[in-house]
Nanobody, 119 residues
């Protein structure tokens, strides 16, 4: 059975950087669209970024454009999110997700990793 496990979260000062990783097991990520979402305390989960199955296309939330970069490592079978110039409003639990059925919807989620940005 497929499993997604996020890592790389932590506490960082505003302006700092973190790199999140999502390790997939049970199936290769190479043929599927994958993405990152986040949920801040008291708020609904929101889209952060996604990347197409062939890595040719990426999309970002306006709030992270120019600061975050999503990528896939097919050798390691991981999804990554490089986060630079972090802001306190980036604080939240970050989740990776995969569209295993290729129907345009993310149907498998990791357990999340906490990112806290102090001001």
């Amino acid at each position: 059975q497929e499993q997604l496990v996020e890592s790389g979260g932590g506490l960082v000062q505003a302006g700092g950087s973190l790199r999140l990783s999502c390790a997939a097991s049970g199936r290769t990520l190479g043929r599927y669209a994958v993405g990152w979402f986040r949920q801040a305390p008291g708020k609904e989960r929101e889209f952060v970024a996604d990347i197409s199955w062939n890595a040719f296309s990426t999309h970002y939330a306006d709030s992270v454009k120019g600061r975050f970069t999503i990528s896939k490592d097919e050798i390691k079978n991981t999804l990554n999110l490089q986060m630079n110039s972090l802001k306190p409003e980036d604080t939240g639990v970050y989740y990776c997700a995969v569209d295993w059925t290729n129907n345009g919807e993310f149907d498998s989620w990791g357990q999340g990793t906490q990112v806290t940005v102090s001001s």
